[in-house]
Structure formats: C-alpha cells, structure tokens
C-alpha cells in the first residue's frame, strides 16, 4: 500500500501565499507522477498540476503563471507553490500519485491524500 500525508494548508487573505507539500511512503518501487487536484464542495474534482518523474508538467489554465510544481524525485514529495491566490482557488486540495509497487506491470497503484483545505478570504 502507499500512503499519502499532506502538510501546509491554511487560511490566508487574497494575493497571498500558501505552500502544500505531500510526502508518499509504503510500497513504492518507482513513480510515474504526483500532482495536485481540488475540489469543492457539490463539484467534481479538478486537476491542478501534476508533474511526472520526467519533469514534464501540467497545469489547469486557471492557476498557471500562479501556482508552480516540484518534486523531490528522491525522496517521492511534490510542492505545490500557491501565490497571487484568489478566492476561486477555496477548496479542499488533495495530493495523487500513480506508480508501481514492484517491478511487474500489473502493479500500479493510484494513490490519493486525505486532503489539505486551503481557504482563501476577499
């Protein structure tokens, strides 16, 4: 199994800052990607950024110039940078991973986070 734990939200005003970090631990023999996705309530949860182990990344059109990705390959953690922030952006943020648990193919996992709320005030 692979667990996600992560850390850093908040409340802060409009045109602040706030930093998620996520941290991937259990069966883990390499990973594909990690990003962020968000989701209030009554709505379907959206894509905010991901970032592959190739360091190719992805952003939802209303973050991008505002929020930026990284990951710590190593040691499996990914960031998620949050400036300029607007009240949009209120939402509970969940951190994902996919993978392998061996070296075998059929052993992907998709693994989710319990989910930081990030509340952002006008």
């Known amino acids: 199994q692979v667990q996600l734990v992560e850390s850093g939200g908040g409340l802060v005003q409009a045109g602040g800052s706030l930093r998620l970090s996520c941290a991937a631990s259990?069966?883990?023999?390499?990973?594909?990607?990690m990003g962020w996705y968000r989701q209030v309530p009554g709505k379907q949860r959206e894509l905010v950024a991901t970032?592959?182990?190739?360091?190719?990344?992805e952003y939802a059109d209303s973050v991008k110039g505002r929020f930026t990705i990284s990951r710590d390959n190593a040691k499996n953690l990914v960031y998620l940078q949050m400036n300029s922030l607007k009240p949009e952006d209120t939402a509970v943020y969940y951190c994902?991973?996919?993978?392998?648990?061996?070296?075998?193919?059929?052993?992907?996992?998709?693994?989710w986070g319990q989910g930081a709320q990030v509340t952002v005030s006008s």
């Open positions: 994902s991973a996919r993978g392998y648990s061996t070296h075998y193919s059929d052993s992907v996992f998709d693994a």
């Open positions: 259990g069966s883990i023999f390499s990973m594909v990607a």
């Open positions: 970032r592959t182990s190739g360091h190719s990344t």
